[in-house]
């Protein structure tokens, strides 16, 4: 399958992203475009996807410059700093959770995104 990037935008700001081979990135790839709402928990800011799957590969512990789907929630994942439970040197999901990609903007544009905005996840 060829490169699939998302672009995950609000009015100011935009976040780009390289999703993986997984069967989780193939359904997210699949419901694009959509709208959701943004949430922050600490380092991480997180939303609503269209996707409703189980656990794929799951883990708990995860890269600045990972994306994670967390099943739980149905919700999409991206890091920029830990997590209220990361223990030192970690970010570390509430849950398991799938990998789906990788961040191709720098990871510290997520503190742009505030909890509230409305975001819009489209196919570049």
Same mark, same amino acid.
């Given at each position: 399958?060829?490169? $699939?990037?998302?672009? *995950?935008?609000?009015?100011? !700001? ?9 069967? @989780? ?5 699949? #419901? @694009?475009?959509? &709208?959701? /709402?943004?949430? /922050?928990?600490?380092? &991480?800011?997180? !939303?609503?996807?269209? *996707? ?14 990972? /994306? +994670? ?13 830990? @997590?209220?439970? #990361?223990?030192?040197?970690? *970010? $570390?999901? +509430? ?11 720098? #990871?510290?544009?997520? @503190?742009?995104?505030? +909890? ?9």
């Amino acid at each position: 399958m060829g490169l $699939r990037k998302l672009k *995950i935008s609000n009015d100011e !700001f935009s976040i780009e992203l390289l999703l993986n081979d997984s069967m @989780t990135a193939d359904a997210l790839w699949d #419901s @694009t475009p959509f &709208e959701s /709402v943004n949430n /922050v928990w600490g380092g &991480e800011i997180y !939303f609503s996807t269209p *996707i409703s799957l189980g656990e794929e590969d799951s883990r708990e512990i995860f890269l600045v410059t990972d /994306v +994670a789907y967390w099943p739980p929630g149905n919700a999409l994942c991206l890091f920029h700093d830990v @997590t209220p439970i #990361s223990r030192e040197g970690e *970010i $570390r999901l +509430a849950s398991p959770g799938n990998l789906v990609g990788s961040l191709i903007t720098d #990871s510290q544009v997520i @503190t742009k995104f505030k +909890a509230g905005d409305v975001l819009r996840i489209t196919r570049i």
